[in-house]
């Protein structure tokens, strides 16, 4: 009997065997755990008790179990919410600004119309390579722009990259036709209303990108807190948490400091505390990341071409 062959569909392209689905599932698994695992590792050593650690060493299943490292941090409280509201103050800010900032800047180079458009791509480009030092941007910050003991010298160095500019103008380029902005233009809207009411709506998956980018950059961010800012009351959590682990490596390592900071260092949960603080920077983030999610699987589908 004659076999009739199958209709071609996508369905029939797409469609992979058994063994390789679960090859692919398994391999899945495995890269999940393989971030899972550390996160879960440095909780259980961030409740696990100090005496075991330093007997046992690190433990998946702590010997011990011991709260003491968070109550360390709960009676700071007071210090890591001021720092935290500042990190939040800091990351929301440092983000809309450097979205709003990116995309102009990636729409602009994207425009073959723009005269100024290899300028500014040459412009873009060349930071990548080369960049002053930090020196020369703590020159800029400190002494020309005076910006230090303001949160601004934390939100401006970091609101505008190279990479992202250059991911915004690739989006913009292979995304938006020319024909829908000469169409817009004909019926008389302007550069600016050309960008927010219409490149802007098609372009959700690179703004959730860029704003991700930014959001991990300004949360994580130490470095600078600790460069400019001199005022407590502006430290960030992550560069007062720094501090904090700072001053502990200092108190555990110093047994020449006195009596007195020596049985602060006896009841010192040094090792659980640096856990606790990573468990502290990083559960916010953690938090934020399944909003930029729901914003990419949305962008997926948005300028899709149908048949």
């Known amino acids: 009997m004659k076999q009739t062959k199958e209709p071609f569909s996508i369905e029939h392209i797409n469609r992979i065997s058994p063994v390789s689905n679960a090859v692919f599932n398994a391999l899945f698994v495995l890269l999940t755990a393989a971030a899972v695992f550390p996160l879960f590792f440095v909780l259980m050593i961030s409740i ?16 011990a179990f011991s709260s003491a490292a968070y109550k360390f941090l709960w009676n700071e409280r007071a210090t890591i919410f001021s720092a935290f509201k500042m990190s939040v103050i800091v990351t929301t800010v440092g983000t809309a600004i450097g ?3 990116t995309t102009m800047l990636g729409y602009a ?3 073959p119309s723009f005269k100024l458009k290899k300028t500014y791509t040459w412009l873009v480009f060349v930071p990548m390579i080369f960049n002053g030092g930090m020196v020369a941007n703590y020159v800029v910050v400190v002494n020309l722009l005076n910006l230090n003991d303001t949160a601004w010298s934390m939100i401006l160095p970091l609101a505008v990259s190279s990479f992202h500019v250059i991911i915004c103008k690739t989006f913009f380029r292979s995304t938006i036709p020319d024909s829908i902005i000469e169409s817009a233009k004909i019926d008389g809207a302007t550069q600016l209303g050309i960008f927010s009411r219409i490149v802007m709506p098609i372009s959700k998956p690179v703004v959730a990108t860029i704003a991700l980018f930014l959001t991990f950059t300004y949360w994580n961010d130490w470095f600078l807190p600790s460069l400019y800012i001199s005022n407590k009351s502006l430290v960030t959590l992550q560069a007062l948490l720094n501090n904090m682990m700072q001053a502990i490596n200092y108190i555990v390592n110093n047994p020449s400091a006195g009596l007195s900071m020596q049985q602060y260092r006896n009841s010192l949960p040094s090792e659980s505390v640096r856990m606790a603080i990573a468990i502290v920077i990083v559960i916010p983030i953690a938090c934020a990341y399944p909003f930029f999610q729901k914003y990419f699987i949305t962008g997926l589908t948005i300028g899709a071409v149908k048949g």
Do not use: N
């Open 48 to 63: 696990s008790d100090e005496q075991s650690l330093l007997h046992d060493g690190y433990r998946f299943i702590p010997q």
């Open 99 to 101: 979205v709003l900032v």
């Open 109 to 111: 180079l994207s425009r």
